[in-house]
């Protein structure tokens, strides 16, 4: 079992940055494959990144492909996601996940365990 926290959401004016951390506990974080997903008020929960276990590969929702960025720090247990150039469509809460599939991909559904989740507010 992994236990996850999320950390770093606030408000910020459009065309600002935030970093969002989710730290891991638990068992090893190595196994997990890591994503953020976002959930605005009345909307579905939607993909937002993704990076595999070995943090070579991630993998963005074209919304924020360009803008934001995933990575992840084995030493820490950590996994980020940096958001630049934020827009007020991107406020929503933001849920870090974790998968046990190598590539834990864009469908909510491949994560098993999940924090509980930041708010990020974009300002026009």
């Known amino acids: 079992q992994v236990q996850l926290v999320e950390s770093g959401g606030g408000l910020v004016q459009a065309g600002g940055s935030l970093r969002l951390s989710c730290a891991a506990s638990g068992r090893s974080f190595s196994n997990y494959a890591m994503g953020w997903f976002r959930q605005a008020p009345g909307k579905e929960r939607e993909f937002v990144a993704a990076?595999?276990?070995?943090?070579?590969?991630?993998y963005y929702a074209d919304s924020v492909k360009g803008r934001f960025t995933i990575s992840r720090d084995s030493a820490k247990n950590t996994v980020y996601l940096q958001m630049n150039s934020l827009k007020p469509e991107d406020t929503a809460i933001y849920y870090c996940?974790?998968?046990?599939?190598?590539?834990?991909?864009?469908?909510?559904?491949?994560?098993?365990?999940w924090g509980q989740g930041t708010q990020v507010t974009v300002s026009s």
């Open positions: 990076i595999i276990r070995s943090g070579g590969s991630t």
């Open positions: 996940a974790a998968s046990t599939t190598y590539f834990g991909g864009t469908n909510y559904h491949n994560y098993g365990h």
